[in-house]
């Protein structure tokens, strides 16, 4: 198996600026690996909330994380200003598979890619649910 390579920016539809925090660096000077899951979780979730229209705490239907990957390509630390990019893997009828690349700034390609899937489920059973309808049309908007 051949080692990951990181991801061209043009790879991706849809961007969030993110500034880095003190506290994101380890001992190493560097964003500890845990943080980056944190990004990728809150570019979804904004995503999700600002063009899908998820409403955290009230929807019946919620995506759970199910699966979660990174590749790690060059490292960063505070202060650095970082662009998360994300787009769609595939599509399912009541699950998505994301991919997010974190870029610094102006850089053309990817310093780390994130993977993660979301299952999507009627929170009152904890049974399998379609996606919903706004947040399906919202995700087309980043399939290749």
């Given at each position: ?14 961007f ?12 190493y ?5 845990v ?7 809150t ?102």
């Amino acid at each position: 198996m051949s080692r990951p390579q990181p991801a061209s920016r043009d790879r991706y539809a849809k961007f969030y600026p993110l500034a880095t925090r003190w506290a994101d660096n380890d001992i190493y000077g560097h964003a500890n690996n845990v943080v980056y899951y944190a990004w990728f979780d809150t570019a979804v979730n904004r995503f999700l909330i600002e063009c899908g229209g998820m409403q955290p705490g009230l929807d019946q239907v919620v995506g759970y994380v199910v699966a979660s990957s990174c590749d790690y390509f060059a490292p960063v630390s505070y202060p650095d200003s970082l662009e998360l990019g994300l787009r769609i893997e595939r599509l399912g009828s009541k699950s998505v598979s994301w991919e997010i690349g974190v870029f610094p700034a102006d850089a053309e390609e990817s310093c780390a890619t994130g993977r993660f899937t979301h299952a999507f489920v009627d929170r009152p059973s904890g049974r399998s649910a379609e996606i919903p309808a706004k947040i399906r049309a919202a995700l087309q908007t980043l399939l290749p």
